[in-house]
């Protein structure tokens, strides 16, 4: 009996000192501080660079605490996100893909930031209108960029040089870029390719910077219609058609196969088997460590000859920071995107990235622009020919269709007219009823 | 069945009470699985099939819209016509290759146990990785595949980017995945009564004899077995024209259930995924009834006459 009281006692003693420890260090200011769970899709370096941003965050709000938890990968954030918003766990903020915009807002998983960004006076007129553009659906905000990807044409300098041509000089128009394909084409002794000047849909497809390139819009936004078969849309199907048919679809299909993986040393475009690419900026990255030693400048896309206007095209997707539906701590969580979405913070993620920043201020910022090939990349942003894929609700759809017909006209199964005709009539259909 | 043999539980004495109680205790894991994580989900879908769901606002109900929808969806077809040609296509070849495979690894000869585990370890590894190293196979440059059709003075193809190969290829990848039918198909093997091949070789039948008159009846449920669920399997392929093709060259190798997927998760369109999931069960199920009606005719077992 003693002995239980005793221990009692003891416990008590503890409990006490336990508290009051607790109340000197002051551990419990309890709910003072509001805890923001972030959902994002990056991982290693880039998830450290985040990391060091919310830490910094944390440390200058004492109210919010943001809690940073990477879902391991862009497509498995992006699906288990729309889990989590579809069961009702949302986190409270998170990222997305430009992409994805469209359907999301278009079903209801996200939350408007309009009330918020006006509430607060947060100043948009810094963003890019491309970059402020991605994030819009039907008229609302849902979404601000924090990093984006622009694309341009890159060439190998040497390979220039060895054809015969300017090293210093990329294609301005459709039909120099052509001329100079054909000039940079090199067979081998059994009539096969063995160097290309320029592959239309290498490293994956670039239809919806053709588009824009060729004068063309995807989309007519005032009237509400889809417009794949546009003149000058099809003008370009048929371009990139017309070079199948040139080089053979079989021949190149054989070179293409001997090509090495993306990312690394084997890259055709590295190894010099591709004369010219349509890439992304995260080259004037990727290529210090994986080629160091190719020569190599990066250029607009260029426009055909009777289209002058639409030189300087490019096209542009990003990750956006969003507010999911169901997000508790929603005005919390407008607090944590308004500091990330300072040009100072934004910017030093893109740098971490080494993609480029929605901000006009950092236009001039030796971080992106000490590197002339980047400043390319950069400047194409401010392009007034910039473009996104259309923020429709069945944008995907659309990407998708277009994807398969310009897969069916390249082999040779559809006229370009014919396949962009029914790409128009069926994604039409699909948007009228979507409304 | 007729009421009296129905055991009424009233009727039961304590005993027989105590021991169903206890049997469905230890089985209700399964039945509370069953019940939670496939028959609602089932009844949900079915439900979500006649609604215009995204996943995040209230279904509105639209009757039979998204099943005459389907009618009219032209890659409803081509997703439908893909998944038959690698059913009717596949499944012959599959189940020859693995019969095939099954008797000669019934032989005895030196070093079968090393055989039968290399023929099955490929069915351990994960799809992906297995999708991946195909690929590789495949690929016309430099895959192993094409270097061989070399050897025989043939150009191959590019197999999956070509679109009349690309669904073969697919096919040729899903013959790795054999093992567990040929395990089957061994025990089957096993129990072919040794006398019925004895008398037969008494008799003077020959190697290819005995193999289509005993060896092929003698293993034919397990044929039937494998079948139904090569039938079922191959319907739901997914993973494999995910990884390696994803549906393309144009659409070539969009299968049902990778466009189910697309209408689901990339169009948000949660309840015409579930139409057409409903509609593939009851092709599934027709499949099914047919092979079973037909079983009569090829399927032989030894203890039940004609059943």
Request: proline share 5%; with cysteine; glycine share 8%.
């Amino acid at each position: 009996m003693a002995s239980k009281k005793r221990l009692a006692a003891k416990f008590t003693l503890f409990a006490l000192i336990l508290s009051l420890a607790v109340l000197v260090l002051g551990i419990v200011p309890a709910g003072a501080r509001t805890t923001v769970t972030f959902w994002h899709s990056w991982t290693g370096d880039e998830a450290k660079a985040l990391e060091g941003l919310i830490a910094e965050f944390n440390k200058t709000h004492e109210d919010i605490q943001v809690q940073g938890i990477s879902q391991g990968g862009w497509s498995n954030h992006h699906q288990k996100l729309l889990t989590a918003v579809s069961g009702g766990t949302a986190p409270d903020v998170a990222n997305l893909g430009s992409d994805y915009l469209p359907e999301w807002a278009h079903n209801g998983a996200l939350t408007p930031l309009d009330s918020y960004i006006s509430k607060s006076k947060y100043d948009l007129s810094d963003f890019y209108p491309i970059s402020l553009q991605m994030g819009r659906f039907g008229g609302k905000t849902y979404g601000l960029a924090l990093n984006q990807d622009t694309y341009a044409l890159l060439w190998n300098k040497d390979l220039f040089k060895k054809a015969g041509l300017d090293p210093e000089k990329a294609p301005k128009t459709i039909e120099e870029l052509d001329a100079m394909v054909e000039k940079l084409t090199v067979r081998d002794k059994d009539g096969k390719i063995a160097q290309i000047g320029f592959l239309p849909d290498f490293p994956w497809g670039h239809f919806d910077l053709y588009g824009p390139a060729f004068g063309g819009s995807f989309y007519d936004a005032r009237n509400k219609k889809i417009t794949a078969n546009d003149a000058e849309i099809v003008r370009a199907l048929e371009w990139e058609q017309g070079f199948y048919k040139k080089y053979d679809v079989k021949s190149i299909s054989t070179f293409k196969s001997g090509f090495g993986a993306y990312a690394t040393g084997n890259y055709a475009f590295y190894t010099g088997k591709v004369a010219m690419v349509v890439e992304g900026e995260w080259q004037a990255a990727f290529i210090p460590k994986f080629a160091p030693k190719l020569n190599w400048g990066a250029a607009p896309f260029p426009s055909p000859k009777d289209k002058p206007g639409a030189y300087g095209a490019t096209t542009t997707v990003g990750s956006l920071l969003v507010i999911p539906k169901g997000s508790k701590h929603a005005s919390e969580a407008w607090e944590f995107i308004r500091w990330m979405e300072q040009p100072r913070n934004a910017g030093k993620f893109a740098a971490a990235l080494h993609n480029v920043p929605a901000f006009k201020s950092l236009a001039d910022d030796p971080e992106f622009t000490t590197d002339a090939n980047f400043r390319v990349f950069m400047r194409l942003l401010g392009s007034a020919n910039a473009r996104h894929w259309p923020q429709i609700p069945v944008a995907n759809m659309y990407a998708t269709e277009i994807g398969s017909a310009e897969e069916a006209v390249v082999l040779g199964k559809k006229p370009a007219k014919e396949a962009l005709d029914e790409v128009t009539r069926k994604i039409q259909a699909a948007l009228d009823k979507a409304k | 069945m007729s009421a009296a043999t129905v055991p009424r539980l009233h009727r039961l004495t304590r005993m027989q009470r105590r021991r169903l109680f206890y049997g469905l205790f230890f089985v209700s894991p399964w039945i509370i699985g069953f019940l939670w994580f496939t028959l609602y989900p089932m009844g949900a879908s079915l439900y979500y099939s006649f609604t215009d769901y995204n996943l995040i606002k209230t279904p509105q109900w639209i009757g039979a819209a998204n099943f005459r929808e389907l009618l009219g969806d032209e890659l409803f077809w081509t997703s439908l016509y893909n998944t038959f040609y690698l059913t009717v296509v596949g499944l012959p070849v599959t189940t020859i290759f693995s019969v095939g495979l099954a008797v000669l690894l019934n032989q005895k000869i030196r070093g079968l146990a090393f055989y039968r585990t290399i023929y099955y370890v490929p069915s351990v590894v994960p799809i992906v990785a297995t999708s991946i190293v195909w690929m590789w196979l495949l690929n016309p440059a430099y895959g192993p595949i094409n270097t061989f059709l070399g050897w025989l003075g043939i150009s191959g193809p590019n197999w999956l980017r070509d679109m009349v190969w690309a669904k073969p290829a697919l096919i040729l990848t899903g013959l790795w995945g054999v093992g567990p039918s040929v395990i089957i198909y061994l025990a089957a093997l096993q129990e072919v009564p040794q006398q019925l091949l004895e008398a037969a070789e008494l008799d003077g039948a020959g190697a290819w004899q005995k193999l289509f008159r005993i060896t092929l009846p003698m293993i034919s449920p397990a044929v039937f077995f494998n079948v139904i669920m090569g039938v079922i399997g191959s319907f739901q392929i997914f993973a494999q024209p995910l990884i390696m093709t994803n549906g393309g060259p144009a659409n070539a190798t969009l299968v049902y259930a990778l466009y189910l997927f697309r209408n689901a998760f990339s169009y948000f369109k949660m309840g015409y995924a579930s139409a057409l999931a409903w509609v593939l069960f009851g092709i599934i199920l027709l499949c099914t009834v047919l092979i079973f009606k037909t079983s009569a005719r090829w399927v032989y077992y030894e203890t039940g006459g004609n059943r």
